[in-house]
Nanobody, 121 residues
Framework: QVYLVESGGGLVQPGGSLRLSCVVN????????MGWYRQALAPGSRREVV?????????TYDDSVKGRFTISRDNAKNTVEMQMNSLKPEDTAVYYC?????????????WGQGTQVTVSS
């Protein structure tokens, strides 16, 4: 069974920093892209992509976090992390780790359970 485990969320003041981590557990063949999404708590909010990284290390970011967030992955450890600096109240959301994983010749998306990030004074 393959599952993702996230950690690192919490409460931080505006301007502060947090580091999110996600590890892929289970027997897998390969991991293609990995990344982070977030979903605000307000009713009707959509889950939106924050940052993604390919297996080659190429990265993309949502415009709202460019220059503040940095995504990185360790292919040997099957982990992806995201350093979040200069946090703003509008960054408050549940953050989800996502990975596209091949298991027994079948490739699909897997998701973590989510970790809450709250930016407030």
């Amino acid at each position: 069974q393959v599952y993702l485990v996230e950690s690192g969320g919490g409460l931080v003041q505006p301007g502060g920093s947090l580091r999110l981590s996600c590890v892929v557990n289970g027997i897998i063949s390969s991991i293609k892209q990995m990344g982070w999404y977030r979903q605000a708590l307000a009713p009707g909010s959509r889950r939106e992509v924050v940052a993604m990284t390919t297996e080659d290390g190429d990265t993309t970011y949502d415009d709202s976090v460019k220059g503040r967030f940095t995504i990185s992955r360790d292919n040997a450890k099957n982990t992806v992390e995201m350093q979040m600096n200069s946090l703003k109240p509008e960054d408050t959301a549940v953050y989800y780790c996502q990975a596209t994983i091949t298991v027994n010749f079948r490739t699909r998306e897997y998701w973590g359970q989510g970790t809450q990030v709250t930016v407030s004074s």
